[in-house]
């Protein structure tokens, strides 16, 4: 799956994260984008916490479904994107440090593409700790 | 489900809100506190959405996620809160004018809190389109 | 959801019904057939029990799975049958007695069908107990 | 994850599987049984299809499932057993020839474990497709 990308793709694919608004606002950054593997990582900024000032679910799944949504993005003919139809998070320990998400496809068909992402902390020394999983499904759409 | 809620848990239930600073970042209100059932709206601000402008499914998730987890608190002893250990979405809808998300408790165990969500978008003219629906488990964890 | 349904529709649900091995299998009959509302229901035979002899999770998710997909069914014109594309359960307490499932249609859209299910045990004395919750999505395709 | 187990664990393993009359009924054998780690496969037998006669997804999901929670009680203490809390599937091509399902351990935490499972298809010729994704939840219970 992590087969080179035509350029174009991959422009499409940083294009297409620039617009959302939401991964500036959460400052996350498109770390890299392969045939159907995409990496994004963000800080957890003092604006997207819980009651328990751990990363706020709805951030930790932000990114799994971003970083899953560009993974399905990246093998999607050119005039295609993709909307998320459906996604399931089962969250693993709380979210700390810096959040790193990695997207990939599991089966790209004609009508509909399976994705997961896996969601990591990354402490200031650099150990990561799983925080999420994520299985979901996308649908392309003409654009 | 909707039965009188007491004075304390609500006040336990609001203050948890108040504590969440994603709430407060997506400008989002506690409208209704009940026993197993709470409601949560929010405004689709510039800083939440997609790259076609429609509210963030991140930010759609937050607000049903929230809202079902506080359905949950709102069951549970008062020297208890619960974390989100899973949670499923289906979106229904592009995410448009002003978002309503409610949740409500499906099943509430010693050990799991079963929990569903609602989230709606409401037009200026007041007519409400479902966005998605949520359904996930919350586990309970001493204060 | 409950409206009268086309006589056509409905032997067409009767007819894909009754070719579901799996249906005869477990002793499942279709109980009743609305537009976008299915029920189902089977007692727990021998032979589809976990290790303590409750009924299967398999069980559980096969007449949840089934109520879901022919309510879809019933809302796709008449050329269309579906596939199940993904469906979550929650299961809320072990199965005993007879096991009733009904399907319901949350979204109908032109390429995809959100469902969801509850599947309930009933007692020799008429009492029904919630045993699980499903919510998933259905994919129309062409007979 | 696929350390060597416990001899008593894998008998108590294989005594579970052989407790779950739907297994029987599926015609289900346990394949291989290492710490986290757990394959099971069956034929899709005549009572087990759906309306295209390929496999039923409840047939798909009784393999994940099952597979999936004798991962999760290969880690847990000899005294305990474990319950499905909730499990999602994704189906990604009809079920034909013969399934073998592989579920592991995701994480094992005092309270819950989650877990995945990987259903595929395998052809006369030994060609393996895949079938199925699952992720879900399991709870451990005291014997």
Do not use: C, W, Y
Request: charged content about 15%.
């Amino acid at each position: 799956m992590s087969e080179p990308l035509d350029a174009a793709i991959e422009e499409k694919v940083r294009k297409s994260f620039a617009k959302q608004s939401m991964m500036k606002s959460i400052g996350a950054q498109l770390n890299s984008v392969e045939m159907g593997h995409v990496v994004i990582s963000a800080p957890i900024l003092d604006g997207f916490r819980q009651q328990q000032d751990f990363g706020h679910g709805g951030l930790i799944f932000s990114l799994g479904d971003t970083a899953a949504g560009f993974a399905a993005l990246s093998v999607m003919p050119f005039n295609q994107e993709v909307l998320t139809v459906e996604v399931k998070i089962n969250l693993l320990a709380p979210a700390t440090g810096r959040l790193i998400a990695t997207g990939r496809v599991i089966k790209s068909g004609k009508r509909l593409v399976i994705v997961a992402a896996d969601v990591a902390s990354i402490s200031d020394e650099g150990t990561q700790t799983p925080v999420a999983v994520l299985q979901g499904t996308m649908i392309p759409v003409n654009i």
